[in-house]
């Protein structure tokens, strides 16, 4: 006989997700978290801190922008230190009611780091100094990332910053390299930018935010090169020196050499499954590459221990941590209870955003995504310069772009680089959810004048009906 029906390995937004629902399922749960602090990464150094600070920086940003709009703001500045205790205020709010969640009393909750001893006993070294051995009938590895550090000569030894580091800082430095293009390297390069930062960005691939349409990239980096930005893509990084308070960067471009210096240097390579010390070979759960491998229903390669979130991916992002969470732990139940009609992910409606300013958005297919698929697909877009409710806010970078099946005209994606594109594209979302085509999608009553009346134009270009919208 088990200590336990299900054991869940880290307490995030994973984590949480599974134990609240296997709870809720009957199932007797235990949450093992090895934080020193309680929140997982999205509350304590991911999202929520990052967009405290983001927050200012826009308001900031907007102070500068008053005479376009008839205003005078003069004499503004900022002070660092009062944006971290925002930040630090708002953050400790959110992670004393996450606790408060973990400690409801529907699942047991312990501190401690857990590793697998087999397939279905748990060490835990607690954090009070002591050890406990449990048993579980199933469980879930939901142990996140840590941030990487690619083997580039000289990084390791740069003191480059992390994002851990920015969300933290009280002094904003004159200028800063950003390596990396990933959606932490811009909008902690947004960040800087707006509180007067001259920001270098080094990316590796020909485009800003590997993986969104190269339009949709294309649009933001001009966006950013108008605010300042320097931007060098389609580099190789050769090395990093550190010398006094200089951080000098060499980097290839299109075969030539090229070095930029500057105080601060912050490494935005990536992240990488939390995997350390978890003994996942004695249970026989198998990686594949950096991330634990896991099928459509969640499952490791030991059909009764699941994963879900950073530490198997294929999307690090929150909404799919839960719902990858949410079907494992729906999943367990059912195998527990000796079934193996196992509920499978759907991706059809994943959802990408980065908060920049513009910022960029995305749901479903992207262009290469549906080429790939062998999906004949049409798209249309409509740029914000020429739309009345973004003139009137001054808010002319960007565009948003529709993609649907050719022949049925079902909606399939969408991308947005402008304007409150992260809610912009939720109206997209709700589409796809019905499976709604472009026409019935036109149809759809809009208020004027607002910003997501822009959908009616593409809409209106794919729609199976050409008389819609003309
Ligand atoms: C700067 C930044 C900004 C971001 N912004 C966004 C955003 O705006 N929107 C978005 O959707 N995503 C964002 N993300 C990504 C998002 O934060 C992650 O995808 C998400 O938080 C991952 O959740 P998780 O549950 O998988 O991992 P985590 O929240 O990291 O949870 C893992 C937990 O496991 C615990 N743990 C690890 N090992 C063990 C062990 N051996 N035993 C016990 N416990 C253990 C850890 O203490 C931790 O609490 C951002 C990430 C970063 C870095
Ligand atoms: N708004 C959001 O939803 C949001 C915000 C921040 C982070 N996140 C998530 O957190 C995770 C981490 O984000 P990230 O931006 O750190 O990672 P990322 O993997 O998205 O980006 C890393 C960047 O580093 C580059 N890179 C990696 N190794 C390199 C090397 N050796 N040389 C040169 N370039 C190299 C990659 O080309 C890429 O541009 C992502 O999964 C992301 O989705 C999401």
């Given at each position: 006989m088990s200590d336990y029906d299900f054991a869940v390995i880290g307490g995030g937004s994973a984590g949480y997700a599974a134990a609240r629902t296997a709870a809720s399922l009957g199932l007797k749960t235990i949450v093992l978290d090895g934080g020193k602090e309680v929140g997982g990464l999205c509350i304590l150094r991911g999202c929520m801190p990052s967009k405290s600070l983001i927050e200012s920086a826009n308001r900031f940003r907007a102070f500068g922008q008053a005479r376009e709009f008839g205003l005078r703001v003069t004499d503004f500045s900022y002070d660092a230190t009062e944006i971290i205790a925002r930040k630090r205020r708002l953050i400790g709010e959110f992670a004393d009611y996450r606790r408060e969640q973990l400690e409801t009393g529907k699942f047991e909750f312990v501190r401690g780091k857990a590793s697998f001893l087999d397939a279905n006993t748990l060490h835990v070294d607690l954090l009070d100094g002591t050890t406990r051995t449990i048993t579980t009938r199933s469980a879930i590895v939901a142990t996140g990332s840590v941030v990487n550090v690619p083997s580039v000569p000289g990084l390791a030894e740069s003191g480059a910053w992390t994002s851990d580091d920015v969300l933290e800082l009280t002094t904003i430095p004159p200028s800063l390299i950003v390596l990396g293009a990933g959606p932490v390297a811009l909008e902690m390069a947004h960040y800087f930018a707006s509180l007067g930062t001259k920001v270098t960005i080094i990316q590796?691939?020909?485009?800003?935010?590997?993986?969104?349409d190269p339009d949709v990239a294309k649009e933001l980096e001009h966006a950013l090169s108008d605010r300042g930005l320097e931007i060098h893509t389609g580099t190789t990084l050769v090395k990093i020196e550190r010398e006094g308070d200089l951080r000098r960067i060499t980097f290839e471009k299109n075969g030539a050499t090229h070095t930029v210096e500057a105080p601060a240097l912050l490494n935005a390579l990536g992240r990488r499954p939390?995997?350390?010390?978890?003994g996942l070979d004695k249970a026989g759960i198998l990686v594949e590459g950096s991330h634990i491998a896991a099928s459509a229903t969640q499952?490791?390669?030991?059909?009764h221990i699941f994963a879900a979130g950073?530490?198997?991916?294929?999307y690090e992002v929150v909404h799919i941590a839960i719902e990858q969470a949410e079907l494992a732990a729906r999943n367990a139940a059912k195998v527990l209870a000796g079934s193996d009609l196992l509920e499978k992910i759907d991706y059809r409606l994943k959802l990408y955003a980065v908060f920049t300013e513009p910022q960029v958005a995305a749901v479903g297919l992207s262009e290469a995504e549906a080429a790939a698929k062998g999906v004949e697909y049409l798209t249309a877009s409509y740029p914000f310069n020429d739309h009345g409710k973004s003139l009137i806010m001054d808010e002319l970078h960007g565009f948003v772009k529709l993609i649907v099946?050719?022949?049925?005209?079902?909606?399939i994606g969408a991308s947005v680089v402008g304007p409150h594109a992260s809610d912009l594209i939720e109206e997209v979302v709700v589409a796809m959810r019905f499976r709604s085509t472009a026409g019935q999608f036109a149809l759809i009553p809009h208020y004027?004048?607002?910003?997501?009346?822009?959908?009616?134009y593409p809409a209106s270009d794919l729609a199976e009906d050409a008389s819609v919208g003309s």
């Open positions: 590796r691939s020909a485009q800003l935010l590997t993986g969104v939390h995997l350390a010390h978890l499952q490791t390669s030991q059909p950073d530490c198997c991916g294929p099946e050719k022949h049925s005209r079902e909606i004027h004048p607002t910003l997501c009346e822009i959908w009616t």
